[in-house]
């Protein structure tokens, strides 16, 4: 399974940005996609997971009311629009493919992708 984030950039704060996710490969080997993130200095962070059977999604509490995750099963892509950024969620986006169903934990997936980069200035 390949993974390729895009759509990062700089944006200001309470501002949009939309970022997206194409997998491809051997798709059939991954029940969800996940976006986490990572901060200068901090560990990776899971900030939301969709399912692609069912679109049952899932969200970091930092980011409920704030992220929609999003499937298109024909396309194969996973989008996550931001939206009320703040400067707290400046970080490298990375999506990621997992076989479990605990989406929450980084470890539980088994492919990932280059991140892409998400700037919120104040």
């Known amino acids: 399974v390949q993974l390729q984030a895009s759509g990062g950039g700089l944006v200001q704060a309470g501002g949009s940005l939309r970022v997206s996710c194409t997998v491809s490969?051997?798709?059939?080997?991954?029940?969800?996609i996940g976006w986490f993130r990572q901060a200068p200095g901090k560990e990776r962070e899971f900030v939301a997971a969709?399912?692609?059977?069912?679109?049952?999604?899932y969200y970091a509490d930092s980011v409920k009311g704030r992220f929609t995750i999003s499937r298109d099963n024909a396309k194969n892509t996973v989008d996550l629009q931001m939206n009320s950024l703040k400067p707290e969620d400046t970080a490298v986006y990375s999506c990621?493919?997992?076989?479990?169903?605990?989406?929450?934990?980084?470890?539980?997936?088994?492919?990932w992708g280059p991140g892409t980069q998400v700037t919120v200035s104040s």
């Open positions: 969709i399912r692609w059977n069912s679109g049952s999604t």
């Open positions: 990621a493919a997992t076989q479990s169903i605990y989406y929450y934990t980084e470890k539980n997936y088994n492919y």
């Open positions: 490969g051997r798709t059939y080997l991954s029940n969800a």
